[in-house]
């Protein structure tokens, strides 16, 4: 299979493209695209979902996205019941702009939790307008109302959100870089995906962001909770 174009990649703003469809998977109701706006659902990001328009007009639920079992496509799963397009056939396919804005707002602010707290994350997992990040933490003693004056500071400061690329060996030779201790960048493709905020923070990351952190809005720190001996769950909502 031809390599597909992951248009999110580039830029997170882009709501609707043009794509032909290079394959199905009947027994999920889901076709591939030969490129696409959807994010398929990975680092604790939701897949989107959103609309498919087939060349005659009709249009269906996209209810999910995923990549396949082997990770080379990304799977659009359509609504029970909808007519699959024909391999071949050119569609048109358009995300669900509110649902993957508020993703976009909560992702980044994780990434300011990340830059207020500077510990190895465990885990974490984004929704709509409330995410939370696990934490490595040797001696637990968060304040709520500090950490969300803190984020709200870094917030106000209008950081701009940027992308870049670096190749596999540079990451290797910069394993501090990679937050995440559950969930490692792959390194087959010979590039990795890199989020900067500002000055504040640069990590991995293949989800979709913000362009600036003053369109998070305001955050709030609503739990933390104890989940082993170092382990401690943040919890953020936007409001």
């Not at 659902?41 to 609309?51: A, E, R, T, V």
Request: proline share 5%.
């Amino acid at each position: 299979m031809s390599e597909i174009q992951e248009l999110f990649r580039q830029d997170s703003y882009l709501k609707s493209c043009e794509a032909k469809v290079i394959g199905t998977v009947p027994e999920r109701d889901g076709i591939i695209l030969d490129r696409t706006v959807f994010y398929p659902m990975g680092g604790g990001q939701p897949g989107d979902i959103g609309l498919l328009k087939s060349a005659n007009g009709e249009q269906s639920e996209i209810g999910a996205t995923f990549y396949t079992d082997d990770g080379c496509a990304i799977m659009h799963i359509l609504s029970v019941g909808a007519q699959v397009p024909e391999i071949g056939e050119t569609v048109e396919c358009t995300i669900d702009w509110d649902d993957r804005y508020a993703h976009m707002r909560v992702h980044t602010a994780l990434h300011l939790l990340c830059a207020t707290l500077p510990y190895p994350v465990t885990g974490g997992s984004i929704s709509k307008g409330q995410g939370r990040l696990d934490f490595d933490i040797p001696d637990a003693g968060l304040d709520k109302d500090a950490l969300s004056d803190e984020l709200n500071k870094l917030i106000s400061r209008e950081l701009p959100v940027s992308i870049s690329w670096i190749t596999d060996d540079e990451l290797r030779a910069q394993p501090e870089l990679v937050r995440t201790m559950s969930v490692t960048p792959p390194l087959s493709a010979g590039k990795v995906r890199m989020i900067a905020v500002g000055d504040v923070d640069l990590q991995p990351c293949g989800g979709t962001h913000v362009a600036n952190t003053r369109e998070i809005g305001k955050v709030q720190v609503t739990k933390i909770e104890k989940k082993g001996a170092q382990n401690r769950r943040v919890r953020i909502v936007l409001s």
